[in-house]
């Protein structure tokens, strides 16, 4: 599956040349705070597949997990567009609003439910993780 998006104001646009490995709905808090929602959904693609045009800012902060996030943005407009995981190093994620056709995003599962606000409503039908995704 080849998709590609980009950010509000167009001056940031990429494509991903491979399938993504994972998607999910990442529910801690550091992820409620930076999106201003009760969870941040991503796509996790391998190295070397998501190619970008435009400048991305990145900035870094420390998730639930304890470990170093980095969320790319566009420069001018703010939309936030990708991150980078310290707990998987070389992966790039999507955020799937981003993406010229966001129907294309099918999560696989919730994860850090543990820190999931009682006003949001997941998917039953999704797997829940506590924590990490990986167990």
Known sequence: MKL???CLCGQVRYEA???PVFSGNCHCTDCQHAS???YAPV???PPNAVNTTG???YFASKGDSGHV???GFCQNCGSQLFVKLEAVPGMVGIRPGSLDA???FQPDLDFFVSSAQ???HMNPELPKRQRSPQG
């Open 118 to 120: 009682p006003w949001d």
């Open 55 to 57: 400048p991305v800012k």
């Open 17 to 19: 040349s491979a399938d």
């Open 36 to 38: 201003g929602g009760p």
């Open 102 to 104: 966001p129907a294309n």
């Open 43 to 45: 796509m996790m693609f």
């Open 4 to 6: 590609s998006g980009g």
């Open 69 to 71: 996030i980095e969320r």
